[in-house]
């Protein structure tokens, strides 16, 4: 029985205990991180916004130069 008991909490640990200072830690790490990902999404929307630009542009009858794709991207 003891060893099942060993067995239990080497692969069910308790929930951690952290410090104040390790839990202002990961607030500030995830702080960080959901700043730079909400850049990187908003980032992706520019880009896909600039495609469909481009992609408009081959739909229409009017020809568009270099000038045009380079302002875009």
């Known amino acids: 029985m003891k060893r099942f008991q060993k067995l239990w909490r080497r692969l ?3 929930k951690p205990v ?3 200072k ?3 830690a990961l607030r500030f790490d995830f ?3 959901y700043f ?3 850049q990187l999404l908003r980032a ?3 880009a896909l916004d ?3 630009d481009m992609e408009q542009a081959l739909q229409r009858d009017r020809p568009f130069g270099m000038a045009f794709v380079r ?3």
């Open 71 to 73: 302002s875009s991207s």
């Open 18 to 20: 952290y410090t104040t």
């Open 44 to 46: 992706n929307n520019r």
């Open 31 to 33: 702080k960080e991180r």
């Open 12 to 14: 069910f640990p308790g």
């Open 22 to 24: 390790e839990i202002e």
């Open 36 to 38: 730079y990902f909400r």
């Open 50 to 52: 600039a495609i469909a």
